[in-house]
């Protein structure tokens, strides 16, 4: 592991050009370690084993913003809480803070599940399309309709999604997960393990949504029907369970049978 210089001029923990000094691993800040690259507190890198840096003690909002700025990828609190040396309780405060000056600006803070990103206002799309030279991803109705469903209803499967819409959608569904507007999220418990789909990061960018909670309220009617979906899936998964239960039964008491 490289010594790590920090965008203030510091220097993180590391080998000392890449070498240990006189045959003892030194860290970038000064600090020996043993022979296995391990410093005093004796706290290890996951990912090489090497002993990280005192934790922050503190999460300011601007040091959030910048963390959240320069990663590449959505960071869970966990992960930001471990970076800073901070409790979950600060990293939620501190997040709730950034989310309020942010409201604002040309950048906002969204949300999905445990993890948080930076993106760009809404507001500012068509300009940052003209800049980029390209245009939103247009999409047709039927997209529009499946992904709608897929928001409201996750997670889902397409055998829920095809009873709703009363057509085929694989074609469709497969579409929104190739532009990763819909995310598969893992598998039901029902027969097949069908996969069950999902909305994520690029849903709430494409959009405008700092969450899944600021999604528009649907309309009595449709309501009802996501609703009663719902009810009849549950009782579908019901009616398996119960005949697995009852197939499984049968082989014993057959298999009782023929060892008494």
């Keep these: 592991m490289g010594t790590d210089r920090r965008a203030d001029g510091g220097i993180g923990a590391g080998w000392v050009n890449d070498e240990p000094v006189n045959g003892v691993p030194v860290f970038g800040d000064g600090r020996e370690g043993d022979s296995n690259g391990v410093g005093p507190e004796g706290a290890l890198y996951p990912e090489d084993g090497f002993t990280a840096p005192p934790p922050?003690?503190?999460?300011?909002?601007?040091?959030?913003?910048?963390?959240?700025?320069?990663?590449?990828?959505?960071?869970?609190?966990?992960?930001?809480?471990?970076?800073?040396?901070?409790?979950?309780?600060?990293v939620d405060a501190r997040l709730g803070d950034l989310e309020i000056s942010l409201r604002n600006r040309g950048i906002r803070l969204i949300s999905s599940?445990?993890?948080?990103?930076?993106?760009?206002?809404?507001?500012?799309?068509?300009?940052?399309?003209?800049?980029?030279?390209?245009?939103?991803?247009?999409?047709?109705?039927?997209?529009?309709?499946?992904?709608?469903?897929?928001?409201?209803?996750?997670?889902?499967t397409k055998a829920v999604i095809e009873r709703i819409r009363g057509v085929d959608s694989d074609y469709t569904v497969r579409a929104l997960v190739h532009r990763r507007l819909a995310l598969e999220l893992g598998r039901a418990e029902g027969p097949g393990r069908p996969?069950?789909?999902?909305?994520?990061?690029?849903?709430?960018?494409?959009?405008?949504?700092t969450s899944l909670d600021d999604l528009p309220a649907l309309d009595a009617e449709v309501a009802g029907r996501l609703a009663a979906e719902l009810a009849d899936e549950a009782r579908v998964a019901n009616e398996a369970h119960v005949a697995d239960e009852a197939e499984g039964?049968?082989?014993?008491e057959a298999d009782a049978t023929a060892h008494p």
């Design 195 to 209: 996969i069950l789909y999902g909305t994520g990061f690029d849903f709430l960018e494409r959009f405008g949504r």
């Design 56 to 90: 922050a003690a503190e999460l300011t909002e601007p040091q959030l913003e910048a963390l959240l700025f320069v990663a590449e990828r959505p960071l869970s609190r966990r992960e930001i809480a471990a970076s800073a040396g901070v409790d979950r309780a600060t």
């Design 113 to 156: 599940g445990d993890q948080v990103e930076l993106v760009t206002a809404p507001e500012a799309g068509s300009l940052i399309a003209r800049y980029v030279g390209s245009d939103a991803i247009r999409l047709s109705q039927a997209s529009l309709e499946t992904l709608a469903i897929i928001a409201y209803r996750q997670p889902v």
């Design 249 to 252: 039964a049968q082989v014993l």
